[in-house]
DNA sequence: TTGAAAGTTCTCTAAAAGTTCTCTATATTT
DNA sequence: AAATATAGAGAACTTTTAGAGAACTTTCAA
């Protein structure tokens, strides 16, 4: 986590490397930010080098460097062939443009985390007991969208979410034989909103 | 249980940290509840990162965070964590004796391939339309699995197969507004068996 | 090749923010 | 009535953040 004035001091740097193609001088940095000292500077660059924010070639004038994102390529990777559509039709129709999954794109990704269903309350939106859902830590959502939200801070479940707009919010279970539930704003912690599902048949 | 007040603060980080994208201050907090204190705040505070619904860097000025999502992800291995059951209870039951999921485990396996779905012939075993189908090759399916049969040597469909044992089979759509099929057993031709599914709401 | 310009490393200062106390008061429970 | 949990004030202290500036080393261009 980056302290006020070393955020300050990425910003700079960002800026300026997008309009001048070039790394910025400690002093233009100090003068962009209101500091006389440019071993104040030179402090907070170290910090963002530290972070991997930015790339410092020690020494060289103007050394300060967006990170080189270099794809790191997987030898194993999960990559499964994708055949195409199955339906009526042709036997198998081919998906013009993609012809392979690569599982950890599919689901994978910050802050991910799998949990396994309980239960049946989302049987009608395709999410069965015992399938696995993929989740995205963060702590707000837009209606419509299912989520884990934490109750009370006692009871996790896997709704779909609504915002009321007057202090309320609504879980509503995509299933027929249960009601939606309303709860005040503050009794409902959002934990994660859902990203993918899974489902293994052996 | 946290007490009215520790809910309260704990209520006002959450919404700090949606609006800022960083923590606040402890005089923040103080202020917003109309606390004049800061000893005070630190307290609930502390008493919150004892409960893990936040965490603490100590001493660090905003030094107050949403829980990282722990289990860190190595991006190359297609493995996830798995942090345990959902549904209503205690927040989050854990699975004993498993704690992540390597996806390639999960669903690949030699002789299998993707099929994307289409149509809604078997919603309510809960294979929705645009769902990714795992099918694992083969020739044979004993009753009640999910196959991919081709009939007639051109329409391709995902089905749940039975063996009428009298020289026909019946293929059976998961959707109340179809009706089943009953074709002879030489008009059908096996070419896999459903053994995972995966969505992806993004 | 050489000297100005730029980067590096330091020590020092001060304000801001976090931490740890003690003290008080009011409910609630036993 | 005593014990306990909750709620708050505030003082004293430590650590982090922010900045100034001097002394030094390295880079680079004339």
């Known amino acids: 986590m980056l302290s006020r004035r070393e955020q300050d001091t990425y910003d700079f740097i960002c800026n300026y490397i997008n309009e001048h193609q070039q790394g910025p001088l400690l002093e233009e940095i100090a003068a962009g930010l209101g500091i006389k000292s440019k071993g104040v500077v030179h402090r907070y660059v170290k910090t963002l080098a530290n972070a991997e924010l930015i790339e410092l070639i020690s020494g060289r004038h103007r050394g300060i460097q967006l990170p080189s994102s270099e794809p790191v390529i997987d030898e194993n990777a999960p990559v499964m062939p994708l055949l195409g559509r199955i339906a009526a039709g042709m036997p198998i129709e081919a998906i013009p443009d993609q012809n392979e999954i690569n599982l950890a794109d599919f689901f994978m990704g910050p802050g991910r985390f799998l949990l396994k269903v309980q239960g049946e309350s989302m049987i009608e939106a395709g999410i069965l007991p015992d399938d696995i ?3 995205e830590s963060c702590v707000t959502a837009r209606n419509g969208e299912i989520i884990v939200a934490l109750v009370d801070q006692q009871d ?28 005040e704003s503050h009794r409902v912690h959002i934990q994660g909103v859902l990203v993918g599902q899974m489902r293994s048949y052996c």
């Open 133 to 135: 859902v993929v989740i």
């Open 156 to 183: 996790a479940t896997l709704k779909r979410f609504k915002n009321n707009q007057d202090g309320t919010v609504t879980l509503i279970p995509e299933n027929h034989e249960m009601q939606p539930m309303i709860f």
